[in-house]
């Protein structure tokens, strides 16, 4: 690691001020909550802050459900979350996608919060070794495009950077029209999941439309029935301890045997949690008949690219749609 | 605290030790430890140092006042200043499980927190595991199930099932291969090191029955 200075801030106030302060690009200053992300970053020198901000103690780690829906306060580890009997209820889909994610010793320090606001697995990104990557160093050009690229995304991406999103948590939460509640030294707002993340056009470096000093308080998810019937598959090399290949969160509501207006995401796909609107119109009102799920999943690889190692998930992530929707049509 | 600089003859020497309470006799691989320690120790001169800051720890029931270049992770603190050297370093960046110690009674990653970051938590590492000479349920069932070879992962693989079993999560071997696939082995003593796991979780369920 770098030499740097550790402020432990008395309050949040305190804590956004440092980083308001600091500016954006390859910011001097970083914030540090459970630390599992920024430390491995700290280590291989990816990041390398004069100062780094801890908001340990200083966020919300309450979980609650009301009628409106779920909140999870930032600081909520990921074991939290998961265990929580009203999420693996009312959100079984947060629960899953939580407990597909990391370890079970990285699930008991990681917050929700940082879970959002991981950086990319692309190697190119984590290993310095490598001179050129846009999001590590801007302007030196991507050696994943014609690299090993088995990992990385096939939606979202451009001629400066393919690297793919990593949270599963995000994922889930995108397929449930989740908001992060957002703090910054001048007051809060409220963001849309699906429009934090930017795409990495010819910035790949700047990942969210947070602005500096802005830090995520919470998440918010809408109760509804299809919350309730949800379900997260996720497709990789080992079958635990591992990022996604691909993944599929399928949200479903059923009247009778057929589908109403549903919700997907599919992950490790895209440079951000990929929506796929054009598969779930042509969901709504269908059956489960396998055949009908085909045809609409396969609606999802329209505009699919390629890098020629990742060009199976294009074929992979319809076969991770069409099981995610038969394994919760099962599942009366 | 007074603190001392330990040779690295010393340094083997408390491993040996703290090693011989857990895994018997000479069975301690004292050399795999040792050029972990020295490649830490450069790549830590390497770079210049960063003010001091005080820290207060709370480790295996004692309180420890340090005063740390604010990088030190946990690891690091409780092996280069607490001389606890049973947390072993594999890869400091959260993926072998090697460094697993207990924080309020939950595994963690001891690698992926800084010292400074973990003030007031109770944590809780191999060495912290016996009562006196009584070794604790798992220990004794990685002893006589063989639940390692070289020995490096066995402080954190230990330490994680110890979590495993109390957190309910030991009931198959299937359920015990998910849950504990936050610590590598690469002698691949995987199938030991289930079957312990799998007698201590039982052993602990017919203690609280009786």
Redesign the interface.
């Not at chain 1, 600081?75 to 959100?91: D, L, S």
């Not at chain 1, 050009?141 to 990385?152: D, K, L, T, Y």
């Given at each position: 690691?770098?030499?740097?200075?550790?402020e432990?801030p008395p309050d949040l106030a305190a804590a956004l001020t440092w980083r308001a302060q600091a500016g954006r690009n390859d910011a001097p200053a970083e914030y540090?909550a459970g630390?599992?992300d920024m430390?491995?970053l700290?280590?291989?020198h990816v990041r390398r802050p004069e100062r780094?901000v801890?908001l340990?103690g200083l966020l919300d780690r309450r979980i609650e459900i009301g009628r409106q829906g779920l909140r999870l306060g930032a600081a909520a580890t990921m074991?939290e979350v998961a265990a929580h009997p009203g999420v693996v209820q009312q959100f079984p889909v947060i629960a899953e996608a939580l407990l597909n994610s990391?370890?079970?010793?990285?699930r008991?320090?990681a917050t929700m919060g940082g879970n959002l606001l991981q950086r990319t697995r692309c190697p190119y990104f984590r290993d310095v070794g490598y001179g050129a990557c846009n999001k590590r160093a801007p302007g030196s050009g991507c050696a994943a495009i014609a690299g090993e690229n088995r990992w990385h995304a096939v939606f979202g991406t451009s001629s400066n950077c393919i690297a793919a999103h990593a949270s599963d948590l995000a994922v889930a939460l995108v397929a449930l029209d989740a908001a992060v509640e957002v703090r910054a030294p001048q007051g809060r707002r409220t963001v849309p999941l699906n429009d934090l993340y930017r795409l990495p056009a010819d910035t790949p470096h700047i990942e969210t439309v947070l602005e500096p000093g802005e830090v995520i308080t919470a998440i918010t998810v809408p109760a509804s029935p299809a919350a309730r019937r949800s379900h997260y598959l996720k497709v990789r090399d080992r079958?635990?301890?591992e990022f996604a290949l691909v993944s599929a969160a399928v949200a479903l509501d059923m009247k009778g045997p057929r589908i109403r207006p549903t919700r997907g995401t599919r992950h490790g796909v895209g440079t951000k949690p990929w929506r796929v609107p054009r598969v779930e119109q042509a969901l709504a009102g269908a059956t489960l008949d396998p055949a009908a799920l085909r045809r609409a999943a396969a609606l999802a690889a329209e505009g699919a690219q390629g890098f020629g190692h990742n060009d199976f998930k294009i074929v992979l992530m319809q076969r991770a749609i069409v099981r995610a929707i038969e394994t919760l049509g099962a599942r009366a | 605290m007074t603190r001392f600089a330990p040779t690295r003859r010393e340094l083997l020497k408390l491993g040996a030790v703290t090693g011989s309470a857990l895994v018997m006799g000479d069975a301690w691989p004292a050399p795999a430890d040792a050029p972990q320690a020295a490649t830490a120790a450069a790549s830590q001169s390497a770079e210049p140092a960063s003010a001091p800051i005080n820290v207060l720890l709370r480790v295996n029931g004692r309180e420890h006042r340090l005063a740390l270049d604010p990088r030190t992770t946990l690891l690091d603190a409780l092996r280069e200043h607490l001389h606890l050297t049973g947390s072993k370093k594999g890869c400091g960046l959260g993926q072998c499980g090697a460094c697993t110690v207990l924080m309020d009674g939950k595994r963690v990653k001891s690698c992926l927190s800084l010292a400074a970051l973990v003030e007031g938590r109770e944590i809780t590492t191999i060495e912290g595991l016996a009562r006196g000479d009584e070794l604790h349920p798992l220990q004794k069932a990685f002893i006589e199930r063989d639940g390692f070879q070289c020995g490096y992962c066995t402080p954190g693989q230990i330490m994680s099932g110890v979590a495993c079993i109390s957190e309910g999560h030991a009931g198959s071997a299937l359920q015990i291969r998910d849950w504990m696939s936050g610590n590598i082995c690469r002698c691949g003593a995987y199938d030991n090191i289930v079957a312990a796991i799998q007698d201590a979780a039982r052993a602990t369920r017919s203690t609280r029955k009786g």
């Amino acid at each position: 690691m770098h030499p740097f200075t550790l402020e432990r801030p008395p309050d949040l106030a305190a804590a956004l001020t440092w980083r308001a302060q600091a500016g954006r690009n390859d910011a001097p200053a970083e914030y540090i909550a459970g630390g599992t992300d920024m430390i491995q970053l700290l280590q291989e020198h990816v990041r390398r802050p004069e100062r780094l901000v801890t908001l340990a103690g200083l966020l919300d780690r309450r979980i609650e459900i009301g009628r409106q829906g779920l909140r999870l306060g930032a600081a909520a580890t990921m074991a939290e979350v998961a265990a929580h009997p009203g999420v693996v209820q009312q959100f079984p889909v947060i629960a899953e996608a939580l407990l597909n994610s990391a370890s079970p010793q990285v699930r008991n320090q990681a917050t929700m919060g940082g879970n959002l606001l991981q950086r990319t697995r692309c190697p190119y990104f984590r290993d310095v070794g490598y001179g050129a990557c846009n999001k590590r160093a801007p302007g030196s050009g991507c050696a994943a495009i014609a690299g090993e690229n088995r990992w990385h995304a096939v939606f979202g991406t451009s001629s400066n950077c393919i690297a793919a999103h990593a949270s599963d948590l995000a994922v889930a939460l995108v397929a449930l029209d989740a908001a992060v509640e957002v703090r910054a030294p001048q007051g809060r707002r409220t963001v849309p999941l699906n429009d934090l993340y930017r795409l990495p056009a010819d910035t790949p470096h700047i990942e969210t439309v947070l602005e500096p000093g802005e830090v995520i308080t919470a998440i918010t998810v809408p109760a509804s029935p299809a919350a309730r019937r949800s379900h997260y598959l996720k497709v990789r090399d080992r079958a635990s301890f591992e990022f996604a290949l691909v993944s599929a969160a399928v949200a479903l509501d059923m009247k009778g045997p057929r589908i109403r207006p549903t919700r997907g995401t599919r992950h490790g796909v895209g440079t951000k949690p990929w929506r796929v609107p054009r598969v779930e119109q042509a969901l709504a009102g269908a059956t489960l008949d396998p055949a009908a799920l085909r045809r609409a999943a396969a609606l999802a690889a329209e505009g699919a690219q390629g890098f020629g190692h990742n060009d199976f998930k294009i074929v992979l992530m319809q076969r991770a749609i069409v099981r995610a929707i038969e394994t919760l049509g099962a599942r009366a | 605290m007074t603190r001392f600089a330990p040779t690295r003859r010393e340094l083997l020497k408390l491993g040996a030790v703290t090693g011989s309470a857990l895994v018997m006799g000479d069975a301690w691989p004292a050399p795999a430890d040792a050029p972990q320690a020295a490649t830490a120790a450069a790549s830590q001169s390497a770079e210049p140092a960063s003010a001091p800051i005080n820290v207060l720890l709370r480790v295996n029931g004692r309180e420890h006042r340090l005063a740390l270049d604010p990088r030190t992770t946990l690891l690091d603190a409780l092996r280069e200043h607490l001389h606890l050297t049973g947390s072993k370093k594999g890869c400091g960046l959260g993926q072998c499980g090697a460094c697993t110690v207990l924080m309020d009674g939950k595994r963690v990653k001891s690698c992926l927190s800084l010292a400074a970051l973990v003030e007031g938590r109770e944590i809780t590492t191999i060495e912290g595991l016996a009562r006196g000479d009584e070794l604790h349920p798992l220990q004794k069932a990685f002893i006589e199930r063989d639940g390692f070879q070289c020995g490096y992962c066995t402080p954190g693989q230990i330490m994680s099932g110890v979590a495993c079993i109390s957190e309910g999560h030991a009931g198959s071997a299937l359920q015990i291969r998910d849950w504990m696939s936050g610590n590598i082995c690469r002698c691949g003593a995987y199938d030991n090191i289930v079957a312990a796991i799998q007698d201590a979780a039982r052993a602990t369920r017919s203690t609280r029955k009786g």
